[in-house]
C-alpha cells in the first residue's frame, strides 16, 4: 500500500481544490503544516501577514471578489484569537472561507497545555464547520467535507490540526471523498413565476431593489428593468449591479442614500426585491405588494410582507418574467425618477466640483474616480468613507467589496491585498479612514514584502468620524474620537512603499496621477475637513437630533435643493 504523510495529503488535497494561496503567520502549534507548504511552495503561495486579522480578512475579501473560497492559517492560542474578527465578516456576508488552526499534540490536548484553548467550543459559534482532527488518516478526508460545507453553506468551515498529525503516515488510498463539489441547480415554482407576471403586469409604479446576489445578473437586470418601466434601487452589498450612470439607476437606499431612491420607494405599488434582503424596514415602502427573488428559501419575507417569493437564481428568473410580462407602455414614473435622479447629481455635483481648501471628501471621490481603471477592485472601509464612496464614486464595471454587515474597521487594507492577490493584472485601491486604515496598517509592509502594487487613500480627518457624529446623534458631547495626527505618507515611504500627503487641493490631482503610475504600493494620506455624512448641505447643527427617522422628515420637507417627486407626478397619477 502506498504511504504518505497526513501533511502531504493535505497540501495535495488543497492542490485538487485549486487553492493557490493562504493568509497567515506561522508558529509552533502549525509549524508541521508550514514545512509542507514550504516544499510546496511553486504550487501555493504563503502570504505572512504581520497580524493574523489582517489574514483572515484578506481570505474573507478574496471570496467576496471571486467567488472562490479564501484559506488562512493560524497557531493555536493567541494566533487562532485574532483570525475571529475575519472569520466573522465572512460568515455575516455569505462567503465560504477555510481556517486552518494549529493545535497542542493530541497527547497534551485537555491538560492546559502551553497556548492551549478549546478552539472548538470558540468556532462554535462562527463556523458551519468545525472539527478537530482525531487521526491523521481523517486528515484529507475532513478537509474535503470542509471546504464542500463552506461552499455549501457560504460560510466558515475550520479544521483543528493537532500538531502531531501532519507528520504521521497513512494509507493514501483509503480516501473516502473526493474534491468535488457541485451547485444544486434550483428550479423556480411555476405558479410563483405566473403570479409574479400578473403582479408585473398591473403594477403602475415598480421599483427594483437589488443586491448582492443580482451581482452577476446584470444584463438581465437591466433587461427587466426596460421591461417594466421599474427604476433600480441598489444595496450597499449590490453597488454596481448596474452602473451608476445608468438612466434607471437611483443610487443606494438608507443612510447612505439618495433621495431619488426614497422617493421611489415612497411611490412604488410594487416592490421588487432581487438577491437581497434589505434589513432596514423603515427605508421601504409602508404598504406596497413584493415580489422577492433569491436563491435562499430562508430569505424569502424575512423582513418585508412579501406578496409572493421566487426561490431561483436571479440570472434565471429575470429572463422568464422579462419574456412573459408585458412591456409597460406608460413610462411616465420611470421618466420622473430619472428627472430626479439629474436633479440629485446635479445637487451633490455642487460640492464635488469646489476647488478649495480645506478639501472635503466630496473633492477627493472625484479625483478617484479620474486614475480608477474600468476594471479596478475598490475595497473599501467601514466609517463616514463608506458613506461618501456610496454616494459619490460611480462605478462603471468596478468591482466593489465591503465588510457590509458586520461592518468592521480595518477591512480595506486587506482587501486590496486579496485583490491584488486575485486579479494580479487588475487595478486594487483600497479606501480607507485614517481610524479604520491605522487598525490594520502594520500589513501595508505586507503589500511592499510581496510587491503588490496597490494604492490605498486614506481620507484623515484625524478623527474616528462617524463615532463623533453618532455620539452628537444622542444628545453627547463628544468624546475619545480624536485621533493622535499621524504622517501616513512617512510611513508608506519607510516601509519601501511610496506616499502622498496632500493638504492644498491644488496637490490633489497630480497626486492621484502619480499614485496610478506606480509599481510600488502608495499612500495617499489626503486631510480632509471634518464633516458627516449627511446627504445634500444638511450641517452638523441640524444634525445633532439626526437619525433614520429625521432622514425621512428631512428628505420629505425638501431641504436637498430639489423639486420632491410626489409633486412630479401628481399630473400623471
Not at 167 to 188: C, G, H, K, N
Not at 402 to 409: E, K
Request: proline content about 5%; charged content about 25%; hydrophobic content about 40%.
Amino acid at each position: 500500500m502506498a504511504k504518505t504523510t497526513a501533511g502531504q495529503a493535505l497540501i495535495r488535497s488543497l492542490q485538487e481544490w485549486n487553492i493557490n494561496h493562504i493568509y497567515g503567520l506561522p508558529g509552533d502549534s502549525i509549524n508541521n503544516v508550514m514545512e509542507e507548504l514550504r516544499k510546496a511552495k511553486e504550487q501555493i503561495k504563503f502570504i505572512g501577514v504581520r497580524h493574523e486579522e489582517a489574514a483572515s480578512l484578506a481570505a474573507s475579501s478574496y471570496a467576496k471578489i471571486t467567488g472562490k473560497i479564501g484559506v488562512c492559517l493560524s497557531i493555536a492560542g493567541p494566533g487562532a484569537v485574532h483570525l475571529l474578527n475575519g472569520m466573522y465578516d465572512a460568515a455575516s456576508d455569505g462567503v465560504p472561507m477555510l481556517v486552518l488552526a494549529g493545535q497542542v499534540s493530541t497527547e497534551k490536548l485537555g491538560r492546559d497545555d502551553f497556548q492551549e484553548i478549546n478552539l472548538q467550543r470558540m468556532f462554535d459559534d462562527v463556523a458551519v464547520f468545525n472539527k478537530t482532527v482525531q487521526r491523521a488518516d481523517t486528515l484529507p478526508d475532513l478537509l474535503n467535507q470542509a471546504i464542500k460545507t463552506a461552499y455549501a453553506k457560504k460560510g466558515v468551515a475550520v479544521l483543528t490540526i493537532p500538531d502531531d498529525i501532519p507528520v504521521q503516515e497513512i494509507d493514501e488510498s483509503l480516501m473516502y471523498t473526493s474534491s468535488v463539489f457541485r451547485e444544486a441547480q434550483i428550479v423556480p415554482n411555476g405558479e410563483d413565476l405566473k403570479k409574479a407576471v400578473t403582479y408585473l403586469n398591473e403594477a403602475k409604479r415598480p421599483v427594483i431593489l437589488a443586491g448582492k446576489g443580482a451581482l452577476h445578473a446584470r444584463k438581465e437586470v437591466e433587461a427587466f428593468s426596460e421591461r417594466f418601466g421599474a427604476p433600480v434601487v441598489v444595496t450597499l452589498p449590490g453597488k454596481g449591479v448596474i452602473p451608476d450612470d445608468h438612466p434607471s439607476n437611483l443610487g443606494n437606499l438608507g443612510q447612505i442614500g439618495t433621495k431619488p431612491a426614497y422617493e421611489a420607494m415612497e411611490e412604488t405599488d410594487l416592490l421588487i426585491m432581487i438577491g437581497t434582503s434589505f434589513p432596514y424596514r423603515d427605508y421601504l415602502p409602508e404598504k406596497a405588494k413584493a415580489i422577492q427573488i433569491d436563491m435562499e428559501p430562508t430569505q424569502i419575507g424575512k423582513r418585508y410582507p412579501v406578496s409572493v417569493g421566487i426561490v431561483g437564481d436571479a440570472k434565471e428568473v429575470l429572463p422568464w418574467l422579462t419574456a412573459h410580462g408585458a412591456f409597460q407602455e406608460d413610462r411616465h414614473f420611470l421618466e420622473k425618477c430619472q428627472e430626479n435622479m439629474e436633479n440629485w447629481w446635479r445637487h451633490i455635483g455642487k460640492d464635488e466640483q469646489k476647488e478649495e481648501t480645506p478639501i472635503t471628501a466630496h473633492q477627493v471621490i472625484p479625483q478617484l474616480q479620474k486614475i480608477v481603471e474600468d476594471d479596478a477592485i475598490l475595497s473599501v472601509d467601514v466609517g463616514n468613507v463608506t458613506v461618501w464612496m456610496a454616494r459619490h464614486f460611480r462605478i462603471t464595471n468596478q468591482q466593489f467589496i465591503i465588510s457590509s454587515w458586520l461592518a468592521t474597521m480595518g477591512c480595506g487594507l486587506p482587501g486590496a491585498i486579496a485583490a491584488k492577490m486575485a486579479y494580479p493584472e487588475r487595478q486594487a485601491v483600497a479606501v480607507c479612514g485614517d481610524g479604520g486604515f491605522s487598525m490594520v496598517m502594520q500589513d501595508f509592509l505586507t503589500a511592499v514584502k510581496y510587491k503588490l502594487p496597490i494604492i490605498v487613500v486614506v481620507l484623515n480627518n484625524e478623527k474616528i468620524g462617524m463615532i463623533k457624529y453618532e455620539q452628537e446623534v444622542g444628545g453627547h458631547l463628544d468624546y475619545a474620537v480624536d485621533l493622535q495626527p499621524f504622517n501616513f505618507a512617512r510611513f508608506a515611504d519607510v516601509s519601501g512603499g511610496i506616499g502622498y500627503r496632500v493638504e492644498e487641493f491644488e496637490e490633489l490631482a497630480p497626486a492621484f496621477e502619480k499614485a496610478a503610475l506606480a509599481t510600488k504600493p502608495v499612500i495617499l494620506d489626503i486631510h480632509i475637513k471634518e464633516q458627516p455624512p449627511l446627504p445634500g448641505k444638511i450641517g452638523y447643527s441640524q444634525a445633532f437630533s439626526y437619525s433614520k427617522y429625521l432622514l425621512k422628515n428631512f428628505f420629505k420637507n425638501h431641504e436637498v435643493e430639489m423639486p420632491p417627486l410626489k409633486k412630479s407626478l401628481k399630473r400623471f397619477f
